[in-house]
C-alpha cells in the first residue's frame, strides 16, 4: 500500500491563496497519474485537478484559471496552487495517485474572512 502524506491546508481569507502538497512514500513507484479531490460533507468527491505524465493537467470547471496543479514523479510529489479562492473552496482536498489506489489522509481548507 502507497502512503501519501498531504501538508499546507489552513484557514485564509477569500482572495487569498495556499499551496498544498502531498508526497509518496519513497519506497513507492514513480507515479505516472497524479490528482487531487475535495468534498464537502453531504457531497460526493469531486476531482479538482490532475496531472498525467508531469505534462498534461485537467482542472474541474469550478478550479480552472485560479487553480495549478504541478508535480515532480522522480519525487513521487504533486502540488496544488490555489488562487483567488472563495469560500465555495472550503472543502477538505485529498491527493490520489489513481495507479496505486491510493489516497491521502485529507488536509482542510477554509476561506473565509
Known amino acids: 500500500q502507497v502512503q501519501l502524506v498531504e501538508s499546507g491546508g489552513g484557514l485564509v481569507q477569500p482572495g487569498g491563496s495556499l499551496t498544498l502538497s502531498c508526497a509518496a512514500s519513497e519506497s513507492a513507484p514513480t507515479p505516472y497519474i497524479m490528482s487531487w479531490y475535495r468534498q464537502v460533507p453531504g457531497r460526493q468527491r469531486e476531482l479538482v485537478a490532475e496531472?498525467?505524465?508531469?505534462?498534461?493537467?485537467h482542472y474541474g470547471a469550478s478550479v480552472k484559471g485560479r487553480f495549478t496543479i504541478s508535480g515532480d514523479n522522480a519525487k513521487k510529489t504533486v502540488y496544488l496552487q490555489m488562487n483567488s479562492l472563495k469560500p465555495e473552496d472550503t472543502a477538505i482536498y485529498y491527493c490520489?495517485?489513481?495507479?496505486?489506489?491510493?489516497w491521502g489522509q485529507g488536509t482542510q481548507v477554509t476561506v473565509s474572512s
Open positions: 496531472i498525467i505524465g508531469g505534462i498534461s493537467t
Open positions: 490520489k495517485f489513481p495507479e496505486f489506489n491510493s
